[in-house]
């Protein structure tokens, strides 16, 4: 056969091979689709059923699911809201597995059904929203700023067009503080360590982002700390699959309990270091 | 299944990150051609010294991953005090890695060029990079060609790790088109047809060029 | 840069846990690659009609798309399509096994193929002539004489496949680049360290392994 013909033959059959694919059907956007799943409580019965909850978290992310490679545990708020949450749906904090996700792998692992929950910073967008489905906000993590102790900036008012603020690249944080203070000057970075080296060598006055960051720094360097309240909202909440009401209630109902017996509370100390402040 | 409709809301997308890979992969490929041609002349130069430099950049990089080398660049030389950005440490990881096959082939050229030529130019008065660049050099070319092709192709396609430190390439806005989308089946399939644009043909050209060159020969 | 630090035993520990892994993976991919590489090869040599074509097509297209795609695609894309009413769905190995499995069973079908054609026609004939079955020539004559031709490819083939296993840490596989990067957030001072020590770890692996193939080659030629 020639080369010519072979091409155009594996040029066909691409195209045909498009087409079958054209035709062939997803499941996606349509978790509701199987039987079984178009019961919203199936998947509350399945972990009440298999006894343990499979909970995704960030391994990577200090204060909320950090992997300590020493002990081998995932370590964090993240993590111990999960605990949290098996004790109250499954009547044992040990009954946990929890698997790793990151920002890319979150949503379709719930959606492939390899997670029960998501309990990774993740903030509630009304475009995730359609994908899945949010329990109450379990953090209210929001902009805000990172200075060195004794600093005159002690919020956001005490910014002006003269400081010089550090941020990460590409970060909504940038957009934020500038239209809070018109003509602040910005320096921007590859990555929030990067800033805060920066911060440490004097190159700015302050460095934002979401204060969940930012108090992961503060405990990395004592001689920095979080300042001023929030100047944005960044709502975290926990992502259950699409159409699964039962399960999103059977979480709401742990959080509302963990917040009036005081244990949202401690656990918001043991890893924040202050009570929250209440908006 | 598959969605049109991606395709076409997330065109820009799709473009700005097509052409970032394809702008990577050139820089990549002139920077790893000339790096490798340097490298395979280390080796054959019979400079000891020079000859085990070549040989070791040959081997230690040949057999690590590409992702050590990019991460090199992105993460380990800001303590070393240089900052490079996702794009510029991914495209120097990828010229350097690659440098290192394409070195190997070319080496594997110019030996295949009979050492009596090297002799003969050198007794007609010509030194011996003149010789090198006039008379081996341009021979060995026409039979590195065909794994040079293939090098060529691998590179585009491993131009993906770009996205791994954030180097907005094609596979990097595949990613954030998926983060927005959710539709992730139709996102990646027509991610992958922009790699194909690339690759196929390059595939079907060095078939073709193998084929003449067999023949010629 | 912290030596010291990076190189700490409950690193180190952790390091070994996702070479593991990596091993783990590339074993089963390497396995699995050959024997469908070859079934594939085989079929292409020998162009049984149909299966010949729509194979040349699929080997086409995966040799040609980034593995990293692939990994991804058969993670989190495959489980989303549902295959006459089947769907599939895998854990975080399994998938990589299937993304990689895939991926150089494709370009291992091509050294397959090309070993086999490198053998000579007038061989095939004269032991066609001989009264040897198609079969009978593949096996006896082709296959055996292909294979050490083969050897040297393979095994590069089979290096790119362990180095490859570092692309899974897109979908979070606990492999040794995986568990490198999470030591690597920890502290700004461990990238370089940690980066020589993975890459030394990859390279005395697949410098084994390229030595051993080094000595098949002696042995067969």
Redesign the interface.
Known sequence: MSNKK?FS??LV??MA?VMVLGA?????TNPSGGSAESNTAAQLDQIKQRGKLIVGVK??TKLFG???????KVEGFDVDMAHALAKSILGDESKVELK???S??RI??L????VDMVIATMTITDARKKEVDFSDVYFQAGQSLLVKKGSPIQGIEDVTADTTILAAKGATSIDNIEEKVPGVKVLEFDNY??AF?ALKAGQGEALTTDDAILYGMAAQDPNYEVVGKPFTDEPYGIAVKKGQTGLVEAINKGLTDMKADGSYDELYKKWIGKAPESK | ?LDFSILIEYFPDYMEGFLNTIQASLIALVGSFILGTIIAVFRITGIKPLQWLGTAYV??I???????VV??FY??L???GARLDGFQAGTLGLTVYTSAFIAEAIRAGILSVPKGQMEAARSSGMSYIQSMLHVILPQAIKLVIPPLSNQF?NLI?????L??VAGLDL?YF?DSINGDSYA??ST??F??MF??IL??PM?YGSHVLERRLAKSS | ?DFAGAY?P??L??LM?GLGMTLYVAFFAIIFSFVIGCFAGVIRYMKIPVLS??L??VV??L???????II??V???V?????FGI?F?F?IPVGAIIALTLFEAAMISEIVRAGLNSIPKGQVEAARSSGLGTVQTLWHIVLPQGLRRMVPPLVSQF?SLL??T??A????L?EL?H?A??????N??Y??PI?LL??MI??VV??TL?LISRRLETRTV
């Open positions: 072979r033959l594996l059959c691409m091979l062939c059907s997803t499941t996606k391994y990577d950090l992997k300590d490679p020493g002990s081998g790793e996700v990151t890319k792998t379709p692992m959606n492939n059904g390899d360590q990067d080296n | 299944m081997e230690f040949r057999n690590i991953p590409i992702l050590i991460l090199f993460l380990g800001p303590s070393l192709i396609k491993n131009s993906s790790v996205t791994i596979m595949a992730t089946v990646y399939i991610t992958g790699y194909l690759t196929l595939s | 840069m700490s409950e690193n520990k952790f846990e074509q729509v040349a097509v086409e297209i040799r040609n798309l980034p593995l990293l795609l991804f695609f993670q989190f894309a489980p989303q399509i549902s295959f769907q769905k854990t290096i180095k490859d570092s692309l840490v897109i979908v979070a606990a680049m568990n990067q999470i030591i690597m957030g920890q700004h001072n990238p370089i980066l993975v890459a990859y390279f697949n410098y390229s």
